[in-house]
């Protein structure tokens, strides 16, 4: 089973920046597209920016400009900058790996358990 660990999540004033950090971990597996979803109290999960194994990325409109997503392949790793943040990025924020495991015929989604940011004054 891939896990999934996040780190760096808190509370920030409106145009402050916080660095969020997941590393995946198991036995044997490959991921091709890392990312980063959140979910605001009453509202759907959504995408937040994605980047693949090969390094193409994508962001959530909202987020472009002010958003800065990385990776460490070598490490397993994804990152996500966040400048300028604005209440409404209040969220809890999810890692999320597709890939899969040593014997598994298809990619799967595995998720984290969640970091909070709240943006307030």
């Known amino acids: 089973q891939v896990q999934l660990v996040e780190s760096g999540g808190g509370r920030v004033q409106p145009g402050g920046s916080l660095r969020l950090s997941c590393v995946a971990s198991?036995?044997?597996?490959?991921?091709?597209?890392m990312g980063w979803y959140r979910q605001a109290p009453g509202k759907e999960r959504e995408s937040v920016a994605r980047i693949s194994s090969g390094g193409t990325i994508n962001y959530q409109d909202s987020v472009l400009g002010r958003f800065t997503i990385s990776r460490d392949n070598a490490k397993n790793m994804v990152y996500l900058q966040m400048n300028y943040l604005i209440p409404e990025d209040t969220a809890v924020y999810y890692c999320?790996?597709?890939?899969?495991?040593?014997?598994?015929?298809?990619?799967?989604?595995?998720w984290g358990k969640g970091t909070l940011v709240t943006v307030s004054l």
């Open positions: 999320n790996a597709f890939g899969r495991e040593i014997g598994q015929v298809y990619d799967m989604n595995y």
């Open positions: 198991g036995r044997g597996f490959s991921i091709n597209v």
